[in-house]
């Protein structure tokens, strides 16, 4: 059974622990190294959750803030990963005789028709 992974960032814990209380005090490092993102988006990226983050964006974090990254994230089980039992439809681990192999129906065959 393959595990369901989950994440947590502690971006804004690096960053008040690096004396960065505001997010906007993000924009001039990452300016310094190429990345031009507005306030809203450095909001977001600090505040949210991102589903999509650029390895330029995390990379330079990295270095604005002196962190590695298991500073910065920390992987943990995900919520609600117990497997759900299967149905007797889906293959699950029912008895034989209330699986649906022995209630299909055969197959037709159509023969010829006669021109009688």
Do not use: W
Not at 8 to 33: C, I, W, Y
Not at 101 to 106: Q, T
């Amino acid at each position: 059974m393959t595990a369901n992974l989950d994440y947590h960032r502690h971006l804004r814990k690096v960053m008040a622990d690096r004396g960065m209380f505001s997010t906007t005090a993000l924009l001039p490092p990452l300016a310094e190294r190429g990345i031009t993102l507005s306030t809203s988006q450095v909001y977001r990226l600090v505040v949210e959750r991102p589903e999509r983050l650029s390895l330029k964006i995390l990379m330079a974090l990295l270095d604005i803030l002196d962190c590695t990254m298991d500073d910065l994230i920390e992987s943990t089980a995900a919520a609600g990963a117990v497997k759900k039992p299967q149905k007797a439809a889906a293959g699950g681990s029912a008895p034989d005789a209330e699986r649906l192999g022995g209630l299909r129906p055969k197959r037709a065959r159509i023969r010829g028709v006669d021109p009688s």
